[in-house]
């Protein structure tokens, strides 16, 4: 894998015919087909509104119902791309064993279907934004920088799970198990506040998370400067810095271990 | 081709071995088991063993062996589909990615969607698709079907818009595993049309088949692989006559299993033939009946190469036969071009034409010669004419 090629012109095609047929197959049968995109998280959003609004008061962060919503669909997407990178290479065995072509566009392939469909997410976030009247501020600049962040994260995971998934199916079983206890690890349903209030050293240790720093801080730049963030608890350069570190470094294991067995794939699926 | 022309594809002390995993041992409870009981989880199994030739450019390069001998194993390391243990593949031109024909073909998206990802595959893109879809579709005479989602086209259909995608690709080199095997007699010619085409263009073409004919026909040299070693190189008329001995020897290890096995025709009939004497015009063939009722019967004996009946002849309208005896026929070989053939001899109820007895081993002749056919079986007269 040079780096040269991969972005190669029949390198970007490929991906491109990939991208678009996984979103193809997506809502594949379905009367209502793309608009899925859209309902899902709206209805999720509704539920969640519900629950989390009028039945559990869990907190009383400005703007909860957005603040709720933006949190569920970044940590949706991070869940969807680990998830889906993870199985990518499995379930393209066919094309794996009859042609010749870097593998690694499989995995990016399914990532990018994944950072689709946030965009089309972040619609239905920003519409509710408008609906409640969450003031835009300057640092929304900063967003696309946090998604980048859950992007790569999500990418170095998905280029690992899926060179394990090779050797042992059971890595889709232990993910799973691993995602359900990480998405109570991360404050996305409950407010940080309530975690600080009874010790600062658990939020501090929740917010090293890199999905739960990444999370915070977007939060904070798009809708609300309540949120807490590893910069106001903590004015540790150190603890800030760790989390973009785990980042780099699943990124480089994640490639080089997928990179050191991707030419085994054809023969081993 | 002459000598100096130059390499396509050389390869060099190739070796490959796979490890098949036991049952369930990509799993990771029997991982651990295996870990804690020091035992591999798998069989190493050797698939190619120090393979070695060269491929010239402008070559119909074909690889022939049984089935699992390692044919398919070596057309995947060449195409980098596999990565060799030992030994190096040299490619020189570019080459198809691909062995089989509808690689990513998704039964969920219609026919031209199809056409568009199969293409990427290919390394066309969307605007390159553009411009050739309709001569595809053409091609593939399914001008009224495009819009169908792939799961509702007939197997022949599929392997049509397959074909007609794939001979877009603008390769030096092709490989070709077993796509004749698929598709009816139309299809077929069609194939036989594009590999005219490409021994036309100088193409580079390697070739996997199970039609001696067709490589007869198309090709100009050929490996033959057995049990993952290459054991000879030669004509495809060299190799395609080894193929068929070697097929023929399993036949007869089979019907000699079978002499004493459960015969599904009745056992009052037997019916042998052997070859008496053959000399260089004529053979005489000699075939023993028997029936243990009054019946009154008929003897056919057929002609054929390489499965393929070429002649057949029967004792009819005269000879009718009862009870047992023996008969020879005197057969006219200079009709035949060199080859190896079977007779076969069967016993028929004259009433009803049912077939009562065939002979299960067969008796086989050779005729030698020149090879200046493609493989047919029958000499016709030259009546040629030139104006």
Redo the contacts between chains.
Sequence with gaps: MKISNIFS??NR??L???VI?DF??RY??SVLGYAWSLLKPLFLFAIMYVVFGFLIKLGSVEHYAVYLLFGIVLWNFFAEATGQGMASIVSRG????????PKYIIVLSTTISALINLTLNLVIVAILMVVNGVHLNVSALMVPVYIVEIYALALGFAFFLATLNV????TGHIWEIIMQAAFYATPIIYPLTLVLAKSALAAKILLLNPVAQAIQDARYSLITHETITMGSISKNILLTAIPFLIVIVVLIVGVLYFRKNS??F???I | MSENSEVAISVKDLYKTFRLPHEQSSGLKQTIINAVNRKKGYEIQKALENISFEIKQGDFFAIVGRNGSGKSTLLKLLAGIYIPDKGSVTINGSLTPFIELGVGFNQELTGRENVFLNGALLGFSKRDMQGMYDDIVEFAELERFMDQKLKNYSSGMQVRLAFSIAIRAKTDILLLDEVLAVGDAAFQQKCYDYFEELKKQKKTVVFISHDMGAIRRFCNRAVYVDNGILTHEGTPSEIADIYLEENMERVREAADKQKDGPNLLSDKHKITGKVLKQAEKDLVFEVSYSAQDDDEMYVGISIMKEGVSVAEINTLPDKILTGKGKLTYTLDTGMFNNGIYQLDAALFKLQNKQLLEFTKRKSEFVIKGEDITRGAALKIKNTWKID
Excluded: H, M, P, V
């Excluded at chain 1, 066919?94 to 072509?101: E, G, M, P, W």
């Design positions: 012109r029949r095609i490929l491109r015919e990939l047929t193809k197959l594949q049968g066919d094309l794996l064993r009859k042609i010749s072509f050797k042992y199916r059971d030419k085994f054809a023969e081993n």
